[in-house]
């Protein structure tokens, strides 16, 4: 599936919800069934420092596409965090960098995305894009 | 009788005073917003508001500089304002009250002008582990600068200061103790009176951090015997970017201005300039006019309601949310201190603090998660933060009856 299927995917899931609530216990749902992430990957260099809760980043480029694990200290930030790496992870460098994230705001959670939830998880997003890209750039001088 | 009808009986006019506040009938999510952030900074009444807009449109001029009707006419509502906040902090001059921008503006300034003049190499300056930032990094920047140490006052497990640790730190190397009045994140009401006697005895000057005091109690810097005292305006039912630097006139004299600029002069050559006198000299530039006299204006409104009336109903509402709150399974109370103003800071058992105020936005109500701004003291909990419900005299035991609600709906969605 490319990113903005996986993206309407997510949408028409949401859609489902009657109201916040359900909305809510579904993010959580997902942050509880992100996979664990390694604990040798929660180390201070993949730390995104956002104010409150913390989240650890982890990419690999396997044959042409980045994975990303993550994990956060906080369960509803963990439930985007699932969400984007659902959206973003498994895909070409320059897809994902060209990615323009439209679900958050659709599913109805882009308060999230802003700067006084700091919540790291927009920069998550700007580091998952500047791995991407330095991957990218690295593929095209070999 | 229970804890509802005593708080009824002390204020008997809260839905009066509710409607002085008029964002109190803000929605959040269709439901009435229950604002329990009162200590990151309070509503304002429409006297204060009123006021701004009085301000703009009959007083709006700068002021100590024309002869002009409209600059004396700000000017006496300015220096009014003065009279009143160090009427209200019962301050022996007029001119020990200097107008800042802010609690943290007050703190940068002593540190910087108190700094120069007194502080050297090797010299000790004490704060406590329950400080604000803004009550740590001035002293951090000024004793790299001057080589001088940064000295912390221990607390134990309920979040109160050490005393017999605090005393033991008073040598001759410690030039002022930094402290604040009352904990942003955990309500601690710290022991003022004895540590100012414990600093004086070894002639220690003081400076208190009130920007979580003035508003939940009376303050006599006199009776106190204090040598600085600092809040903001914001939280005290007035503007923001508008603080209180209150100084002793001894201390004042002696130290050197903070900011170059209009205002702060005698006479200025190129060659030498002679300062202005007290409080001029610390306040260089065009101030925040209409924050002052609005500062002012929250003054009044406080002082109609009564600070003796606010402190009961306010310890009122803290004991009702402690009480109700402590029903609810693995909740664990951060500052347990014997002595609290009305804030309650806690987490739920393997639950985020943001998680939880994530939750509690949706039901309308604002609280505060995180480190508050005191990162050193969430560390010594080994916590990256707590929930924070702060109260004010325009608070409620039926929104607190709600809030209690909303946390239990959030334990058990996020548990
Ligand atoms: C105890 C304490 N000190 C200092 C400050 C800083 O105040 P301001 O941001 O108004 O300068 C605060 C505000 O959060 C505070 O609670």
Redesign the pocket.
């Known amino acids: 599936m490319t990113i903005n299927e996986i993206q309407d995917e997510l949408i028409e899931e949401f859609e489902l919800f009657g109201d916040w609530m359900e909305k809510y216990e579904n993010v959580i749902q997902m942050g509880k069934e992100l996979p664990v992430i390694d604990v040798q990957y929660k180390k201070e260099e993949n730390l995104i420092k956002g104010c409150q809760a913390k989240v650890w980043l982890h990419a690999d480029y396997k044959d042409g596409k980045v994975l990303f694990m993550a994990d956060s200290d906080a369960i509803i930030t963990k439930g985007l965090v699932s969400m984007v790496i659902r959206v973003l992870s498994n895909h070409a460098p320059e897809e994902i960098v060209a990615a323009d994230l439209y679900f958050v705001d659709r599913v109805g959670l882009r308060e999230h995305l802003s700067m006084t939830r700091s919540n790291g998880l927009l920069s998550m997003i700007k580091q998952m894009k500047m791995y991407a890209m330095a991957i990218q750039s690295k593929v095209k001088a070999n | 009788m229970n804890t509802a009808t005593i708080i009824a009986q002390e204020i008997p006019d809260i839905e009066k005073i509710r409607r002085d506040f008029p964002i109190l009938d803000t929605k959040v999510n269709g439901r009435p917003l229950i604002y329990f952030d009162n200590?990151?900074s309070t509503q304002k009444p429409w006297q204060v508001i009123k006021a701004i807009e009085h301000y703009y449109t009959n007083l709006n001029s700068n002021v100590h500089r024309g002869v002009h009707y409209l600059s004396q006419k700000a000017t006496d509502a300015f220096e009014a304002s003065r009279r009143k906040v160090a009427s209200f902090i019962n301050a022996e001059h007029d001119y020990e009250v200097i107008f800042t921008g802010?609690?943290?503006?007050s703190?940068n300034l002593v540190a910087h002008s108190f700094g120069k003049q007194f502080v050297k190499a090797c010299d000790t300056i004490i704060i406590s582990s329950l400080e604000?930032h803004?009550?740590i990094v001035p002293w951090q920047i000024l004793c790299e600068e001057k080589n001088a140490q940064l000295k912390v006052i221990p607390i134990n497990e309920k979040g109160e200061l050490l005393m017999d640790a605090f005393k033991a730190m008073l040598d001759e190397t410690v030039k002022l103790v930094s402290v604040?009045y009352?904990?942003?994140s955990l309500g601690t009401i710290n022991p003022v009176r004895e540590i100012i006697e414990l600093a004086h005895s070894k002639n220690i000057p003081v400076m208190l951090?009130a920007?979580?005091a003035v508003q939940h109690m009376p303050v006599d810097v006199q009776e106190l015997d204090v040598d600085f005292l600092v809040f903001?305006g914001?939280?005290l039912y007035g503007p923001t970017g508008i603080?209180v630097l209150y100084g002793k006139e001894k201390w004042l004299n002696q130290m050197p201005p903070y900011q170059g600029g209009g205002e702060m002069i005698k006479t200025v050559t190129f060659e030498k300039t002679t300062y202005n006198e007290l409080p001029f000299k610390f306040e260089a530039g065009t101030p925040h006019i209409e924050g002052v006299i609005c500062i002012g204006a929250a003054i009044d409104y406080i002082n109609e309601i009564g600070l003796e009336k606010i402190d009961r109903y306010e310890h009122e509402l803290l004991e009702y949310a402690t009480e109700k709150l402590s029903e609810i399974e693995g909740i664990k109370f951060i500052g347990t201190a014997d002595n609290k103003a009305s804030v309650v800071s806690f987490n739920l058992e393997n639950i985020h603090p943001y998680d939880v105020g994530v939750i509690l936005d949706q039901f309308g109500i604002a609280v505060r998660t995180g480190h508050h701004?005191t990162q050193p003291l969430m560390d010594i909990f080994a916590i990256p933060g707590t929930v924070r419900a702060s109260f004010a005299f325009y608070n409620t035991t039926v929104e607190i009856d709600i809030f209690v609600a909303g946390v239990k709906k959030a334990a058990s969605m996020l548990g």
């Open positions: 200590a990151a802010g609690t943290t503006e703190i604000h803004s009550n604040n009352v904990s942003n951090d920007a979580q903001s914001h939280k603080g701004c």
